[in-house]
Structure formats: C-alpha cells, structure tokens
C-alpha cells in the first residue's frame, strides 16, 4: 500500500492543530503587549515634551507644524537618559512613522527645529530655555601635601619618645616660660644621649641667641632647637660618586653587633637596583656565621661574593676580593671587616694594616670608609667613633637601629663632636629600611608633633 494514500489519524491532526493555534495567539498576543507598552511609553515621552513644543508651533512654518516628530527633536534636550533606547525603537515601532525613521530623522528634524532661532521675527521673543552646561565633572581632592619626614615616622618613633617628647611636655601648654624652664631644659638635655658636650653648647646657645622675649616664648625654644639640630647635621658632605673610581672600593668597619654585615647587603641591594655590578669580599673571617650571611646576601641580589677559608688573613681575602674587581671591571668593590672592639689597640692596629693592602691591590683605594654605629649604644657610641675616627679615616658614618631604640638623639653628638656625615639610618628590618641620610627629612620626622607622628 502506497504511505501517501493512508488516512490521517485524527490526534495528530489535532496536535498539529493544537500547536499552529498556540503560535499565532502567541504572536497576536505578544503584539498587542509590545504595542501597548510603546503607546504608554510615547505618551510618556509626550508628556515630558510638552514644554518645548510651543516653540515650533509658534514659527510660520506649516511644513513643520505638520510633522509631529517636532517633540521627538526635543527628546535628547528633556530625557537625556532615554538617548541610550533610541536605536531599539524603529525594530518594534513599524506602525509609528515618526519613531521607524530612527536616529537619522531626529537628527534631521534638529536642523529646521534650530534654523528659525536666526530668523524670527522682531517682537517680544518667547522666554528662552534654560541653557544646557556640560555635565558637572567633581574633582577628586587633591592629596594633603606629606610631610617630609613622613616616612621616617615610624622608624624614630622610639626616638621621639625620649628626649623630644620631655622638651615637648616642658613646653606643653605654656603661652609663656620663665627663666626656670631653661633649668629644666638642661636636665632634659644632660640626661639625653646626644652627649653632655653638644648639651652644654646647646644650652650656652639657647642664653647667648634667644633674647629675653624669646626665651619666654615656647615656640621661639622649639624653633631654635630645631634649626641647631639641623645645623648641626647639615654637614659639608658631596654625595658619593660610586662612578669616580673603577672599581670604587667602600670599607666598612664597626664594633661587633653593630650590624655591619646586613648593611653591607643592603647597599648592595640598592646599588644593584641602580644597575651597578657589585662585588663582596668577606673579610670578617674570625666569625663564620658572618661569611654565610653574606653568601645569602650575595645570591639575593646577584652579586659577587669573594671569600677565603674559615680563620684565614682578613687582609689577604680583602686584597683578593679588589683585585678581583679591578681584572673583571666590577663597578664598586664592599669590603665587609673583622669586628672590633675599639678598646683593643692591636685589633686597631689590624684594621690599619687592611686599610694599606686595600690601597696596594687599587691606587687610592678605599675611596670611602664608612663606621656603622649601633644607635642602642646611646652615648658609648660617641666614644667609638671617636676612637675609630682616630685610626681611620672614616669619611662617613651609617647609624643602624634607630627604630629599636629611643637613643637616636646621639647622632647629633656624633655630627657635632666628630664633623662626620651620616650616609645612611637604618630604620626597619627591610632593604628599603636603609635610607640615605637627609638632615631636614630628619629633623621633620624626630621634632614631628604628636597629632602628625601618630
């Protein structure tokens, strides 16, 4: 039998009747919603059209009365927030002439709409718009100005916690000081670790430069003390140029715990990051621990570690380590010391006898010699450098600690005593932590008041 003959079952019929029906009311259905929306939506934007329209009405243009898209010109300037839904409008809006012609003809009917500005009639104009600014930009504040010791305010917060804190309690309140105060600044200043010499001369300046007003004046004591300190640490030092020599050979020396070692790993850290190529010798062999951490030193920042055998000659590994430098065209050479006890004359004495070996394997060397000073020390730190300054020529000083220790006053004893610059203060355990000694940053941070400090 042929299939084509076979009668059609009637449930199949019936579905398929079943689902035409459910298509088309769909459709039909979906229309008349979609058509209903747009007219709610239209009269909407009527509605808040309306305003504008009679200036177009007024005009003597029947070509233009006759167009009603003259409010949808106007749409932009009332409902700026629809502008974004105009090109969805000509897809469902075909029986709606004046919305199917889409953004083309608005922008059209915007070029008559704003001819007749120029050509009106003379007479009592209508009243104008109200113009239409560009959009409102906000700007974000500026920053507050930082401070420029803001950020060695953490690290001298110990410091600032001694001897300024008791000159601020002493000042604390008072519009007025009498000759009395000046007695209770010179205990405070005895009994800091700046030292009783640069004390004393601070105090003989203070009755010597300050008039009797002055004097009486807290504020005109604090800015005083403030501008010494700054004298005082402002010494005539020109900055290190590492490009002077090559190799440019930097000892280090200092007692032992002063913290030599990491110091000399993190001038090497900055100075690889500036793109030099740096070279260590170990030459505290008397302690091993010292080799290995400058081995982690080495290989941290990619830098070349000269090191001879656990108990050898410290002069001989440091001669090593500058000839090595010299041959290979090493940019600076850090020579890492033996520490000293500066109350023992033949370790001195050994110290000396690597300062000459350092000048036989490079003509001039070492260009510097930097004494790294334990800031916890207080004022036993005076009494090293001092001894120190006396068997080298120690052309810099390098306070380490200062963020564990309220003694930092005596870096202005060392800088008014020994008329050595500082070249850097370690304020924290990281690399950056070893900042490069700036006079006013200093003395911003250490005089800082307690409402910035904090």
């Not at 700007?139 to 401070?147: I, S, V």
């Not at 108990?311 to 065209?329: H, L």
Request: proline share 9%; net charge negative; glycine share 8%.
């Amino acid at each position: 039998m042929d299939p084509t003959s076979a009668p059609i079952n009637p449930a199949e019929l019936y579905e398929l009747l079943g689902i035409v029906g459910g298509v088309v009311v769909s459709g039909v259905l979906g229309f008349v919603l979609v058509r209903r929306a747009r007219a709610a939506r239209q009269r909407m934007i009527d509605a808040v059209g309306e305003a504008p329209a009679p200036r177009l009405r007024d005009r003597k243009r029947p070509q233009l009365e006759a167009e009603e898209p003259e409010e949808e010109a106007e749409e932009p300037e009332a409902e700026p927030q629809e502008e974004p839904e105009e090109p969805e409008e000509p897809e469902e809006g075909a029986s709606e002439p004046e919305l199917a012609a889409g953004p083309a003809s608005a922008a059209a009917a915007r070029k008559p709409a704003e001819r007749p500005r120029e050509t009106a009639p003379a007479g009592p104009a209508p009243a104008p718009a109200p113009a239409r600014g560009p959009a409102q930009v906000i700007p974000f504040p500026a920053p507050a100005p930082a401070r420029k010791g803001a950020a060695l305010l953490p690290g001298l917060q110990r410091t600032r916690g001694g001897f300024i804190a008791r000159l601020g309690e002493i000042f604390a309140g008072k519009k007025q000081i009498d000759p009395s105060v000046v007695d209770e600044i010179e205990k405070v200043l005895l009994t800091a670790d700046i030292g009783v010499r640069t004390s004393q001369k601070l105090l003989e300046e203070i009755r010597s430069s300050l008039s009797r007003s002055e004097l009486g004046d807290p504020d005109a004591v604090w800015a005083f003390l403030r501008r010494r300190a700054t004298e005082m640490l402002s010494l005539p030092a020109p900055p290190v140029d590492y490009a002077s020599a090559r190799p440019f050979v930097l000892l280090i020396i200092g007692v032992n715990g002063s913290g030599k070692t990491t110091t000399i790993g993190k001038l090497a850290a900055h100075l690889a990051a500036d793109g030099k190529k740096v070279l260590l010798a170990a030459g505290d062999t008397f302690r091993a621990a010292a080799v290995e951490q400058l081995d982690v030193w080495a290989k941290r920042t990619s830098t070349t570690l000269v090191r001879g055998k656990e108990g050898a000659d410290p002069s001989s590994v440091i001669f090593d380590g500058v000839k090595r430098a010299a041959t290979e065209s090493f940019d600076v050479a850090i020579c890492d010391t033996a520490g000293r006890l500066h109350t023992k004359t033949d370790l001195m004495q050994e110290l000396q006898k690597v300062r000459r070996v350092v000048g036989k394997a490079s003509a001039g060397a070492p260009h510097e010699t930097w004494l790294v000073i334990d800031s916890t020390s207080g004022q036993n730190a005076i009494a090293q450098a001092q001894i120190f300054t006396e068997a080298m020529a120690v052309s810099g000083i390098v306070l380490t600690k200062l963020d564990g220790t309220a003694k930092g006053g005596v870096i202005l004893g060392i800088a008014d005593q020994l008329k050595i610059p500082v070249r850097f203060i370690g304020v924290g355990e990281k690399v950056e932590d070893l900042r490069p000694f700036d006079a006013d940053e200093f003395v911003d941070a250490l005089f800082a008041p307690p409402e910035q400090s904090n």
